[in-house]
Nanobody, 119 residues
């Protein structure tokens, strides 16, 4: 299973970015997909996650500003980030729990994409 991310970059405070992550490879289905982030000197933290059925979960720090969505047909997850602030600066990692066979699932991570918000 491979997760390929795109959409990071440099943006001014108050601006927006949209991250995308597509899962590819041989698998039965993608279960949970989400985004984590890790700022310098800090632990990796959950930003948002979405089940294949559409249930979503957000970190308190991004509620009302970020929106996670999925295209199950494309095995792709998106993160729309609005009202970005310097505190959102981090490497963002895509995560996917993937059913690879009838009785086995694997946890998978993307390579990470840098998001930098200038003040």
């Amino acid at each position: 299973v491979q997760l390929v991310e795109s959409g990071g970059g440099l943006v001014q405070a108050g601006g927006s970015l949209r991250l995308s992550c597509a899962a590819s490879g041989s698998f039965v289905r993608v279960n949970l997909m989400g985004w984590y982030r890790q700022a310098p000197g800090k632990q990796r933290e959950l930003v948002a996650a979405a089940t294949s059925g559409g249930t979503t979960n957000y970190a308190d720090s991004v509620k009302g500003r970020f929106t996670i969505s999925r295209d199950n047909a494309k095995n792709t997850v998106y993160l729309q980030m609005n009202s970005l602030g310097p505190e959102d600066t981090a490497v963002y990692y895509c995560y996917a729990d993937v059913r690879v066979s009838l009785y086995r699932s694997t946890e998978n991570w993307g390579q990470g994409t840098q998001v930098t918000v200038s003040s």
